[in-house]
């Protein structure tokens, strides 16, 4: 059964694989999500029901700085 949930995509200042590793922990805590990191051009593409703000907080909580690059 799918949702209609979109992906969204999310630029965070990944610069190693320990924040690329803070971005997992994060986003498995908030569930319901199913997400692709690329390292190299630092974005986080996220499919999920959740708000762009809340997916967008949550970022912020790995302490690097993220904002929302649009629909993929």
């Given at each position: 059964?799918?949702?209609?949930?979109?992906?969204?995509e999310f630029f965070v200042d990944m610069t190693c694989e320990g924040c690329s590793n803070a971005v997992t922990r994060v986003l498995n805590k908030?569930?319901?999500?199913?997400?692709?990191?690329?390292?190299p051009n630092k974005t986080v593409t996220i499919d999920s029901e959740h708000t762009i703000d809340t997916l967008l907080e949550t970022l912020k909580k790995t302490g690097k700085?993220?904002?929302?690059?649009g629909d993929k």
């Open positions: 059964m799918s949702f209609s949930s979109k992906k969204h908030l569930g319901a999500v199913q997400f692709d990191i690329d390292l700085n993220a904002s929302y690059l």
